[in-house]
């Protein structure tokens, strides 16, 4: 794996990382409407990505199969949205804002199973990262995807993962934990990223001519991310617009992020 790969992976954990050390200078609390920002920016990016990153490289790379090529985005697609429910079964979580564990039974701590609901959310970005830069260093010359597009996703999701760093770091600090504490269970939430990646690309390399699968899986599991609890959680009472703006604003950047680095 060369020098390049490497940055690309490390890039979105660098991004949770220093989010998480916002917690050493801001208030023990987010206010609800920065939360839901914070929230729809990430939701934004997270669809966008899913689908210039992600299903149109995955249809573009299925192009020999003419009108059926939507068959490798839509499988793949759909496996990503049923993997990532299987994960949110098995899984004891807790969402922000909620009292109410997910999952199986757990005796587990309330600041765990908080970690735990974000581990799940990173779950697929790390796949998504480490998916699109496969696609970079095992497509050949022919491939749709280019480093700097791959460098555009890793950047995109790097942007969103600061404020999940802050997310569940600083909700943490307010359930008692110490800043170090809560910054070092913010950092290590996001570790998964780039284990996932690395494990999505090892995968790649042996079953090269799934890439297109892949990528849509990566897409369905980000996006039942965001329709399963993103989207809920800046949609509740009390009703604000906040939620929404910020969505339009991540989405846009990550849109123009991945056409102007591709």
Not at 11 to 21: D, E
Not at 65 to 88: C, E, N, Q
Not at 206 to 220: C, E, K, Q, T
Request: charged share 10%; hydrophobic share 55%; with cysteine.
């Amino acid at each position: 794996m060369n020098l390049q790969a490497v940055y690309g992976i490390l890039i979105p954990f660098l991004g949770t990382a220093l989010g998480s050390c916002c917690v050493f200078f801001m208030k023990k609390d987010l206010n609800i409407n920065v939360q839901r920002a914070l929230e729809g920016f990430a939701a934004g990016v997270m669809v966008a990505a899913s689908v210039w990153s992600l299903l149109i490289p995955a249809i573009e790379q299925s192009e020999h199969m003419g009108k059926l090529s939507f068959i490798p985005a839509a499988v793949g697609f759909l496996i990503g949205i049923f993997f990532l429910l299987i994960l949110d079964k098995v899984i004891p979580h807790l969402h922000m804002n909620s009292d109410v564990p997910e999952g199986p039974a757990s005796r587990l701590k309330k600041t765990t199973m908080l970690v735990l609901a974000v581990t799940l959310h990173n779950i697929p970005e790390g796949m998504a990262v480490g998916v699109v830069i496969a696609g970079w260093l095992y497509g050949g010359t022919g491939s749709s995807i280019s480093y700097t597009a791959a460098l555009a996703l890793s950047l995109g999701i790097a942007i969103q993962n600061f404020p999940e760093g802050a997310i569940i770091s600083m909700p943490l600090r307010a359930e008692g934990e110490s800043r170090r504490k809560a910054c070092l269970y913010g950092v290590l939430s996001g570790v998964v990223e780039p284990v996932g990646a690395v494990v999505t690309i090892l995968a790649a390399g042996f079953i090269v001519p799934l890439l297109p699968y892949l990528l849509s899986f990566a897409a369905g599991a980000m996006l039942y991310v965001v329709v399963e609890e993103l989207i809920p959680e800046i949609s509740n009472e009390p009703h604000s617009d906040v939620g929404t703006v910020s969505f339009a604003l991540g989405f846009v950047l990550m849109m123009i992020l991945d056409i102007a680095l591709s």
